[in-house]
């Protein structure tokens, strides 16, 4: 059980990260060109 979660949590954290990471990129190319 404690690893099937320790996976899940991986994945959802690299999900996350990957949208934030996507998300400031979007951003950043929004703000440099209008």
Excluded: K
């Excluded at 996976?7 to 998300?23: D, L």
Aim: charged share 10%.
């Amino acid at each position: 059980m404690n690893q099937r979660w320790a996976q899940i949590g991986g994945t959802v954290s690299f999900a996350e990260f990957t949208v934030i990471f996507t998300a400031l990129a979007v951003v950043r190319l929004a703000g440099l060109v209008p």
